[in-house]
C-alpha cells in the first residue's frame, strides 16, 4: 500500500480540511509578494502536471508543452489587446488554441519514437517562438506584447484585490487536478501506462497507440493554455522568455522534482519550486555573493537541482516519501510480527 | 530570379550551410557512438564565441591583466636580478592592451569547449550511461546545462552583446557583380578543412578508428580491447571542439549573446534529422541542402518564414523517412 493509498482512506477528510486552508490563505498571509508568488506557483502547478500526463504516464518525450502555455497566454492577449475580445473569452479561446496545436504537433509525433519525439516537438516550441517574434506588429516582438487587461468582472478589477486571482487559480489548479487524477486512474490512463511500460504487447492487446497519445497530447494541453491566458491577463504582458530554456528548466524540474507520473508531485513541488527560485532572486544575500546579477543564478541553481534529482531521487520528492512511507510500515510490520 | 539573387543565395546557403554542418556534425557524432542526444550543444557554441572573445577583445582577458603587468613592473625596477627577468613579462603584458588576438583566441575557444565538453560528459552523462531510459535522462540533464551555462555566462559577462573582431579586414569580394563579405568567405573556406580534418582523424587515426568502432558495435569494441569508457568523454570532447568553432565563425558574423546558438541548435535537429542521425556523411550534405532551403525560402518569401519552411521539411522527412537521407537501422 502506496501513501496515495493511504490518503485515499480519508480523502473526503482531506479535501475539506485542504479547501478550508486554501480559502484561509489569503486572509492569513497578507504580503503581497507571498500571494503573487503563490499565483503564479499555482499557474506554473498546472502546467508541471499536464506536462506530467505526456511526459510522465505516457513516456513521451514531449518538450513542446511550455509552447501550449505561451500559445494560451498569447491567444488570449492579442485577442483582448488587437480585437478587444473579453479576457473571459479569451482564457477559452486559449484552451482550445493550446488544444489545436497540440492536435498539430502530436500528428507527426506519434509516429516517430523517443529521440525523434523530442526532437521533433522541442523543434515546434521554437518554431512558435521564431513566429511570434516574427510579426512583432501583432505580437510585440522580443519585447513581448503589453498593455494586456487584466480581468474583471463589472467594475470589480482582479488586479486591486489580493484574493480573485488567488481563488481563480486556484479553482482551475483544483479543477486540472481532479481531472488529471480522474484521468490517470481510469482505463484511459491505464492504457497510456500500458503502452509506455510494454508497447508491443499493449498493442497487441488491441490498445489503439496513436490514438492514445493523440489524446495524451490533446487533454494534457487545454488546462496549460487557460493558465497561460490567465498569466497574461495576471501579469498584464505575454513575453517570448516563456519560450526560453531558462522556464523550461524550471518547469521541468517541477515535474522531475516532483516525481514522475505521480501529478500530485509537480502540484506541490511546482508551488514550491516557484516560491524557492523566485525567493533566490529577491534575496539580498544572493545579491551580496554573486554580485549585480541575480536574476541567472537562482535558473543555475535550478539546473543543478534537476542534475541532482535526476542523479540519486529519479523517483522526486513523491517517490522518495513513497518509499520512506514504505520502509516504515514494513519495519511495523516487522516488529509486529516478531512480538506475536 | 537575377543573376545576382542567385549567387548571393548560394554565398549565403554556403555560409548557414558551413555553420550547420559544422554544428550538426558534432550532436550527429555522439548520437552515433554514445547513443545520448545533447541539447547543451548550443550552449557550447555560445562557449566557443565568448571564450574566442575574452581572450581576443580589449574588454576581455588583456584588460584583466592590465593591473598585474603593472604592478610586475613596478615591482621589477624596485628589485634585483630576478626583476629583470620578468620586466618583459610585465611590459609584454601591458603591450597586450589591445587584447591578445584571434590567434591566440581560437586555440583557447578549442581548449575552453573541449574542457566544458568533458566535464559536461562527467557530470551530466557519464552517471547515467548504460541505465534504463538514460536517453531521456540525458536530455534533461543537457537542457539543464544549457540552462546553467546560459545563466552562468550572462553573470559573467552581463547580458550586453558583444562581437568578435574579424580576421580579414578590407573591400567584399566581388562574385559576378555580387558583393560577399571576406569574413562570409573565410567561413566557407575554413568548414570543409575543419570536416576534412574530422575525416582524417577518423578515419585514420587510431582514437579515431575506435570512435567508429564504439558507434558499429560497442560490445565489439571492448572485446578488441577499445576502452569504450574512454571513447565516449573523447567522442564528446571532439563534438564540443566542433561546437566551438561553430561559435568562433558565428561571432565573427553576428553577435553574440548568451542566448546565441538556441536557434542554430533549431536548425542543428533539423538538419541531423534530415541527414540521418549517427551518419557523418549525411548530415553534413543535409547541413548544406538545409542551408539552401533555408536561404532561397528567405529570398523567395521572407527571412521570417524560412523557419516555418525548414520545419515543413522537417515534418515532411520524418513521416515519409524517419531515418533521414543516410540514416542508418533504428536499433
Not at chain 1, 473526503?12 to 504580503?31: E, H, K, N, R, S
Not at chain 1, 513566429?131 to 506588429?137: D, E, I, N, Y
Not at chain 2, 559544422?22 to 571564450?51: D, E, I
Amino acid at each position: 500500500m502506496s501513501l496515495m493509498d493511504q490518503l485515499n482512506k480519508y480523502r473526503i477528510g482531506l479535501a475539506i480540511i485542504g479547501l478550508v486552508a486554501f480559502l484561509a490563505v489569503p486572509f492569513v498571509i497578507t504580503d503581497k509578494l507571498l500571494i503573487h508568488l503563490a499565483i503564479l506557483g499555482m499557474l506554473y502547478a498546472i502546467v508541471a502536471s499536464n506536462w506530467d500526463l505526456t511526459l510522465g504516464y505516457a513516456g513521451v518525450f514531449n518538450f513542446a508543452h511550455l509552447a501550449f502555455f505561451g500559445i494560451g497566454a498569447y491567444t488570449s492577449g492579442i485577442l483582448a489587446v488587437k480585437a478587444g475580445v473579453s479576457p473571459w473569452l479569451g482564457i477559452l479561446a486559449g484552451g482550445a488554441t493550446a488544444a489545436l496545436a497540440s492536435v498539430i504537433v502530436s500528428i507527426p509525433a506519434i509516429r516517430l519514437r523517443g529521440i525523434y519525439v523530442a526532437l521533433l516537438t522541442f523543434a515546434c516550441s521554437q518554431l512558435v517562438l521564431l513566429l511570434l517574434l516574427s510579426q512583432p506588429l501583432i505580437t510585440g516582438g522580443q519585447q513581448g506584447l503589453t498593455g494586456v487587461p487584466q480581468l474583471q468582472i463589472g467594475d470589480f478589477r482582479f488586479r486591486e484585490s489580493p484574493f480573485a486571482h488567488f481563488y481563480l487559480v486556484g479553482f482551475l489548479l483544483l479543477c486540472s487536478t481532479i481531472f488529471l487524477r480522474r484521468l490517470v486512474t481510469s482505463d484511459f490512463g491505464l492504457s497510456l501506462i500500458a503502452l509506455r511500460d510494454f508497447e508491443e504487447y499493449a498493442v497487441a492487446r488491441g490498445i489503439p497507440l496513436a490514438q492514445q497519445r493523440l489524446l495524451a497530447f490533446l487533454l494534457s494541453s487545454i488546462f496549460p493554455g487557460m493558465a497561460g491566458a490567465v498569466y497574461a491577463h495576471f501579469l498584464i504582458v505575454a513575453s517570448p522568455d516563456i519560450f526560453g530554456f531558462s522556464l523550461t528548466t524550471l518547469l521541468l524540474s517541477m515535474v522531475l522534482v516532483g516525481g514522475v507520473a505521480t501529478i500530485y508531485g509537480p502540484v506541490f513541488i511546482g508551488v514550491v519550486m516557484t516560491y524557492v527560485s523566485e525567493l533566490m532572486a529577491s534575496s539580498a544575500w544572493m545579491s551580496d555573493v554573486f554580485g549585480i546579477s541575480r536574476g541567472p543564478v537562482r535558473f543555475m541553481f535550478v539546473a543543478m537541482l534537476i542534475v541532482l534529482t535526476m542523479r540519486f531521487f529519479p523517483g522526486g520528492v513523491w517517490g522518495l516519501i513513497n518509499q520512506l512511507s514504505s520502509r516504515v510500515r514494513k519495519q511495523k510490520q516487522a516488529a509486529a510480527d516478531q512480538h506475536t | 530570379m537575377s543573376l545576382e539573387a542567385i549567387v548571393a543565395i548560394i554565398a549565403g546557403g554556403l555560409v548557414s550551410g558551413s555553420l550547420y554542418a559544422l554544428m550538426a556534425s558534432g550532436l550527429s557524432l555522439v548520437w552515433g557512438t554514445v547513443r545520448m542526444f545533447n541539447f547543451a550543444h548550443g550552449a557550447l557554441v555560445m562557449v566557443g564565441a565568448y571564450s574566442a572573445w575574452y581572450m581576443s577583445n580589449r574588454g576581455g582577458l588583456a584588460k584583466a591583466l592590465q593591473p598585474l603587468g603593472k604592478s610586475i613592473i613596478e615591482s621589477s625596477e624596485n628589485s634585483g636580478a630576478l626583476g629583470g627577468l620578468l620586466l618583459p613579462l610585465g611590459e609584454w603584458l601591458v603591450s597586450m592592451r589591445g587584447g591578445f588576438g584571434l590567434v591566440l583566441g581560437v586555440p583557447f575557444a578549442i581548449l575552453c569547449c573541449g574542457l566544458v565538453g568533458y566535464v559536461m560528459y562527467v557530470l551530466l552523462v557519464k552517471p547515467f550511461v548504460g541505465k534504463p531510459g538514460a536517453d531521456l535522462v540525458v536530455i534533461i540533464t543537457t537542457i539543464a546545462g544549457a540552462s546553467f551555462m546560459q545563466n552562468g555566462v550572462q553573470v559573467i559577462f552581463g547580458p550586453r552583446y558583444k562581437q568578435l573582431d574579424r580576421i580579414l579586414t578590407g573591400p567584399p569580394l566581388q562574385v559576378l557583380e555580387t558583393a560577399i563579405g571576406l569574413q562570409e568567405v573565410l567561413v566557407i573556406v575554413l568548414t570543409p578543412v575543419a570536416l576534412l580534418l574530422l575525416h582524417f582523424f577518423l578515419k585514420h587515426s587510431k582514437l579515431g578508428m575506435a570512435i567508429r568502432a564504439v558507434a558499429q558495435n560497442d560490445d565489439f569494441a571492448h572485446l578488441v580491447g577499445i576502452n569504450v569508457g574512454q571513447i565516449y568523454p573523447l567522442t564528446f570532447v571532439v563534438s564540443s571542439i566542433l561546437a566551438g568553432l561553430c561559435g568562433v565563425m558565428l561571432g565573427g558574423l553576428f553577435f553574440i549573446l548568451p542566448t546565441m546558438g538556441a536557434q542554430e541548435l533549431l536548425f542543428a535537429f533539423v538538419v541531423v534529422v534530415f541527414g540521418g542521425l549517427g551518419s557523418l556523411p549525411g548530415t553534413i550534405i543535409g547541413a548544406y541542402v538545409i542551408g539552401f532551403i533555408r536561404e532561397s525560402s528567405a529570398y523567395i518569401f521572407s527571412l521570417y518564414w524560412a523557419p516555418v519552411v525548414l520545419f515543413a521539411t522537417l515534418i515532411l522527412v520524418l513521416i515519409f523517412r524517419p531515418r533521414g537521407l543516410m540514416g542508418g537501422e533504428e536499433s
